[in-house]
């Protein structure tokens, strides 16, 4: 079955902390892997995805095959970076099965 | 960057009623858009494909006779949700799938209110 699994609601660390945001996948076969952020009041967008192996705003993903996941990690966290955060993978079908979400709450 | 519309941004309507939704794609082409169901505090769960120009298909446990998808035009998709009950309320989430960028990229969301 395909399945992402967020194990954290909720994230909380202080500014200047490192982040870790969890994210394991199944699928059978080669997905994509994604990560979306939800800021305050505003839509989902894209973070970044494996295939562009970038860093996006700090953030960094690898994918490791071997333990199906793709966690998110920044090495100094801001205040800025509190949101929702939602681990993603996408098959042949471009269809996006999403995890729960974390929320990454980021104290002063 | 590619930016995709919802409309109306919420709507509250009466039981047994039926609500359209709009999702619009402005300045890019879509074959396909997707359409989402955000429960409070949880995450998106797909209800369906839809692809322009072709029936949309439905994720399993969605009612294709309840949620009407209509894809009309490349950039625009329809979601029509039939007889609602205050079961249906919920924020439904369109997505458009940019093919040059192979990109989704998601609308604000309309939060519906069934009374």
């Known amino acids: 079955a395909q399945r992402v699994t967020q194990p954290e609601k909720l994230l909380s660390v202080f500014k200047g902390a490192p982040v870790e945001l969890k994210c394991n996948y199944s699928?059978?076969?080669?997905?994509?892997l994604f990560w979306y952020v939800q800021y305050s009041r505003q839509r989902l967008q894209l973070l970044l995805r494996h295939i562009s192996r970038e860093s996006i705003k700090g953030f960094t993903a690898d994918l490791n095959k071997g333990e199906t996941s793709f966690h998110l990690k920044k090495p100094f966290a801001q205040e800025e970076d509190s949101a929702m955060y939602f681990c993603a993978l996408s098959g042949s079908s471009y269809k996006l099965i999403f995890g729960s979400g974390t929320r990454l709450l980021v104290r002063p | 960057g590619a930016v995709v519309s919802q409309h109306p941004s919420r709507v509250i309507c009466k039981s047994g009623t039926s609500v359209k939704i709009e999702c619009r794609s402005l300045?890019?082409?879509?074959?396909?858009m997707f359409w989402y169901r955000q429960f409070p505090k949880q995450s998106l769960m797909l209800m369906a494909t839809?692809?322009?120009?072709?029936?949309?298909?439905?994720e399993q446990g969605v009612e294709k006779d309840k949620f009407l998808i209509n894809h009309a035009s490349l950039t625009l998709s329809t979601l029509t949700v039939t007889s609602a009950h205050p079961e249906d309320s919920s924020f439904y989430i369109c997505?458009?799938?940019?093919?040059?960028?192979?990109?989704?990229?998601f609308g604000p969301g309309t939060r519906l209110t069934v009374l």
């Open positions: 997505s458009a799938r940019d093919s040059h960028t192979d990109t989704q990229y």
């Open positions: 699928y059978s076969g080669s997905p994509e």
């Open positions: 300045d890019f082409q879509a074959t396909t």
């Open positions: 839809s692809n322009e120009g072709s029936k949309a298909t439905y």
